[in-house]
C-alpha cells in the first residue's frame, strides 16, 4: 500500500438515514485481494485489499440491497476482481468494466452474462495514461449492441474540450460525481452551469451526485458547500441520478469518509421519499437491472 494511503474506515457508524426498501449503491470497487488478484504493472497508486466479502458487509450494515462494482484504475483492464465479485453476489451486484481496443467479443459476451452493464472511460491524466478519443468511440460502438453505457470520470475545466466527444457517444453516458465541480463557485455560476446545460440539452446524459468527500473543502461530516450543487441536479433531472459510496475510496488523502455519515448526507440533496426512491431504486434498477422493471 502506498504511504500516504489512506485504508477505509474500520467502523462506519450505523446511518440515521434508513434507504428505501432496494436501494442501490451504485459507485462502489474492490481491490484484490492483491495475492488472489494482482494489481496493474501500470497502476498509477497501490491500494489496500478491499475485498467483495467486505463490500457485501457493508452493504448489508448501511442497509443497500445491491451494489454496482466500478472497475478501479489500480487494476487497468484486468477486470476478474470485479467480475468475481458480480459471479458472487447472487444477482445483487452489476459491474461498469475498464477495456481497451483490442478486447474481444467473446470477452465481452463473458462479462456481459456475469453482470457487467458499461465500460468506464477516465480523462484523469493523474490516474490513467490518455486513450485516443477514436479509440473510445470504436469501443462505445461496440458495447452499444449490448445495451450496456458509458461511465466518464473527468475535471470540470476538461468539459469544453470533452463536450463534442460525450456528446457523440452512441450510448447513454454516467458522468462520475458531477463532473467534480468546484464547490467554491457559485452553484449557478457558468463553471457549473455548463455541466447543467450538457444534462439539459443531451437526455442521454446522466449524473452521479456522489462522493461529497472529494469534492468539500468545509470538511466532514456535513460537506454542506456540496449540498447545493448535488441538490441541483437531484431536482432538476431527478429521473437522471445515481448515488454511490465509492467504497473503499480510492486514492483519497487527507481524511477518509464514515461511509454511515455519507449516507446521512443524501436527504440534504434528496429532500423528499419521491426524490430519494428516484435517486436510490428506480434509476439505478432502470439502468442496471432493466429486466426487473
Given amino acids: 500500500m502506498d504511504p500516504d494511503w489512506l485504508p477505509f474506515h474500520p467502523n462506519p457508524s450505523k446511518p440515521a438515514f434508513q434507504v428505501p426498501a432496494g436501494a442501490v449503491d451504485a459507485h462502489c470497487h474492490v481491490f484484490g485481494p492483491a495475492a488472489q488478484f494482482p494489481f496493474s504493472p501500470e497502476r498509477?497508486?497501490?491500494?489496500?485489499?478491499?475485498?467483495?466479502?467486505?463490500?457485501?458487509?457493508?452493504?448489508?450494515h448501511l442497509g443497500f440491497s445491491r451494489n454496482v462494482v466500478v472497475q478501479a484504475t489500480c487494476h487497468g483492464n484486468d477486470n476478474r476482481a470485479m467480475v468475481d465479485a458480480l459471479l458472487h453476489s447472487q444477482g445483487r451486484a452489476r459491474g461498469v468494466a475498464s477495456v481497451s481496443r483490442d478486447v474481444t467479443d467473446d470477452v465481452l459476451r463473458a462479462m456481459h452474462?456475469?453482470?457487467?452493464?458499461?465500460?468506464?472511460?477516465?480523462?484523469?491524466?493523474?490516474?490513467v495514461d490518455f486513450t485516443p478519443k477514436e479509440v473510445l468511440l470504436e469501443i462505445a460502438g461496440r458495447i452499444a449492441p449490448l445495451g450496456w453505457h458509458v461511465v466518464v470520470y473527468f475535471e470540470a475545466q476538461d468539459l469544453p474540450e470533452l463536450w463534442d466527444f460525450f456528446t457523440a457517444l452512441p450510448t447513454a453516458v454516467v458522468v462520475d460525481h458531477m463532473g467534480r465541480p468546484d464547490v467554491t463557485k457559485p452553484v449557478d455560476g457558468p463553471g457549473f452551469e455548463l455541466f447543467v446545460r450538457l444534462l439539459r440539452e443531451h437526455p442521454n446524459v446522466w449524473s452521479k451526485v456522489s462522493c461529497p468527500e472529494r469534492l468539500s473543502k468545509s470538511g466532514?461530516?456535513?460537506?454542506?458547500?456540496?449540498?447545493?450543487?448535488?441538490?441541483?441536479?437531484?431536482?432538476?433531472?431527478?429521473?437522471?441520478?445515481?448515488?454511490?459510496?465509492?467504497?473503499?475510496?480510492?486514492n483519497l488523502k487527507g481524511h477518509m469518509p464514515d461511509d454511515g455519515k455519507l449516507v446521512d448526507f443524501l436527504p440534504k440533496i434528496a429532500v423528499t421519499p419521491e426524490l430519494q426512491r428516484r435517486l436510490l431504486v428506480d434509476n439505478p434498477m432502470r439502468l442496471y437491472w432493466p429486466e426487473e422493471n
Fill in 44 to 60: 498509477k497508486y497501490t491500494p489496500c485489499d478491499a475485498s467483495k466479502d467486505q463490500l457485501f458487509a457493508l452493504r448489508d
Fill in 220 to 250: 466532514p461530516p456535513a460537506y454542506d458547500d456540496v449540498v447545493p450543487f448535488a441538490r441541483r441536479i437531484v431536482e432538476t433531472f431527478p429521473d437522471r441520478v445515481l448515488w454511490g459510496t465509492d467504497w473503499p475510496h480510492p
Fill in 113 to 127: 452474462a456475469a453482470g457487467v452493464r458499461g465500460v468506464r472511460f477516465n480523462f484523469l491524466k493523474r490516474l
